[in-house]
């Protein structure tokens, strides 16, 4: 065992700033993260981790490290066995799974790094193993992570159906007409319990049963609970599948485990498929329908929302010419005048791009269907 290293991750990258309070010790985490107690508050997690477990467990050297995953290169990846990641956002799975699949050599078995993924969200969790390039990834599944559809307000506005539709309409319509210049502050108990009864109030209205003060806090703020049982079993489950590979005791994971326990306890496990047009894995360009009258700004505008792009920043370019390229500067200016232009004006039906934005490492390709 002593040739194995694996890194754990924790940081999110959507954070600009390291430490903050996620990447460190606050004492509303005591209650779920036992590896810190009440003298830790304000110290990194990763360096009060490393240092309990080193204390736990005699013979164990754990190198912990605080930062983004970005700020570190191939070089730093490549001198582990297996990762294991804890991560909190999609963007961070993705640029993680990108970056090891482009580190793949297959002249050199020792640069391929089984990535083993576990995420929650509540009572729900998943575990995955990521053979990079040689079975399916994240991206190859990135429809199961599209962005969570906002209600329509017309919805919120006339005819709620649901307990929070009740407390987005006090939260974004009720507390603007009643308290004009005020602005909402959901930290504010006071706010939180007069949204909370408007809530109740328009739900009674509709027989809509389920409004709780809990719920509003929650639909306001936009929290999922961490619930520590759950974070328990995804990590068993990620590092059994990381000791599995480690020593080949038993075959491990194919691939993808998810966990409900919301009613109960239910766990499936699947072999999720590794996709031909897999932008990070595949060998095909990933078909994408667009209207062919749609202008290049508003097809670049789509691309964060789709559920199979989900590229915030893109730089788009076919073989032959760029279509738009947002850095550098002078580049920008060059290409904005192809903006306002038709997609038919610029691309033919069936035409492969590639696109680039600045969250990953690898171009991605996309063959452009006209609908
Ligand atoms: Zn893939």
């Given at each position: 065992m002593s040739s194995i290293w694996a890194s754990y991750f924790t940081q999110n990258t959507l954070r600009v700033a390291p430490n903050t309070p996620t990447d460190t010790i606050d004492i509303s985490n005591l209650n779920r993260q036992f590896l810190f107690r009440e003298s830790d508050v304000g110290k990194p997690k990763a360096e009060v981790a490393a240092a309990f477990v080193e204390k736990r467990v005699k013979g164990v050297k754990i190198t912990p490290y605080v930062g983004?995953?970005?700020?570190?290169d191939e070089d730093y990846y490549m001198q582990f066995k297996i990762i294991v990641c804890g991560l909190d956002s999609i963007e961070a799975r993705r640029w993680i799974n990108s970056t090891l699949a482009g580190m793949v050599?297959?002249?050199?078995?020792?640069s391929l790094k089984p990535l083993i993924d576990g995420g929650t969200e509540g009572f729900k969790g998943q575990s995955r193993v990521i053979l990079p390039t040689l079975t399916s990834c994240i991206e190859c599944q990135l429809d199961m992570h599209a962005p969570r559809a906002a209600v329509p307000l017309c919805t919120i506005a006339?005819?709620?159906?649901q307990p929070q539709h009740c407390i987005e309409w006090a939260h974004q319509i009720a507390w603007q007409e009643k308290w004009k210049d005020e602005p909402f502050d959901s930290d504010n108990m006071e706010h939180i319990s007069w949204i909370y009864g408007a809530a109740l109030e328009r739900s009674k209205q509709f027989s809509i049963p389920g409004v709780t003060f809990q719920m509003a806090q929650g639909v306001v703020k936009n929290i999922i609970p961490a619930i520590a049982s759950t974070n328990a079993i995804i990590a068993a489950s990620a590092t059994s599948e990381a000791f599995k590979i480690a020593t080949s005791c038993n075959p491990y994971l194919e691939s993808y485990m998810m966990y409900a326990g919301e009613e109960g306890v239910y766990t499936y496990t699947f072999n999720a498929e590794q996709k031909p047009?897999?932008?990070?894995?595949?060998?095909l360009a990933r078909k994408i329908e667009v209207d062919p009258e749609t202008s290049l700004e508003s097809f670049i505008e789509s691309l964060g929302e789709r559920a199979e792009a989900q590229l915030k920043k893109p730089s788009l370019r076919t073989e032959e010419k760029t279509?738009?390229?947002?850095?550098p500067p002078q580049l920008e200016e060059q290409t904005r005048?192809?903006?306002?232009?038709k997609l038919r004006e610029l691309v033919s039906d069936g035409q492969e791009i590639a696109i680039s934005d600045p969250a990953f490492a690898i171009d991605f390709r996309y063959k452009l269907v006209f609908k």
């Open positions: 983004k995953i970005q700020d570190k050599d297959a002249d050199d078995p020792e006339t005819i709620p159906r047009d897999c932008p990070v894995c595949g060998n279509l738009y390229q947002r850095f005048c192809n903006l306002p232009l």
